[in-house]
Nanobody, 128 residues
């Protein structure tokens, strides 16, 4: 069974860089043709797709986050990482990692990826 687990600090100061890691088990992040996404949900708002890294190492970012976001991977650890720079209190949210398929079918489609497996999410608060 595919499992994803987010990890990282729960509190980040304004102007700093938020860094989260997603550890995947039960599947390889290099398996064709999956893409591994970061998604967030601010309090009282809907899901926001931030970006993804593909099975081939390619990256795809939402235009809303592209200037501040970097997604990288460590294939030896089967992990992928989100870095969001210059954070503000508006970046406070529940952050999820998820697996998706471009053009696929699912109850949840974000950034044109049909998501099938999700982590439980981790709350990140941006505050001084």
């Amino acid at each position: 069974q595919v499992q994803l687990q987010e990890s990282g600090p729960g509190l980040v100061k304004p102007s700093q860089t938020l860094s989260l890691t997603c550890t995947v088990s039960g599947a390889s992040i290099t398996t064709n043709y999956y893409y591994w996404s970061w998604i967030r949900q601010p309090p009282g708002k809907g899901l926001e797709w931030m970006g993804a890294i593909g099975y081939d190492g390619s990256s795809d970012y939402s235009s809303s986050f592209k200037s501040r976001t970097s997604i990288t991977r460590d294939t030896s650890k089967n992990q992928f990482t989100l870095q969001l720079s210059s954070v503000t209190p508006g970046d406070t949210a529940l952050y999820y990692c998820a697996r998706g398929t471009p053009g696929g079918t699912s109850q949840v489609i974000l950034g044109e990826y049909a998501m099938d497996y999700w982590g439980r999410g981790t709350l990140v608060t941006v505050s001084a």
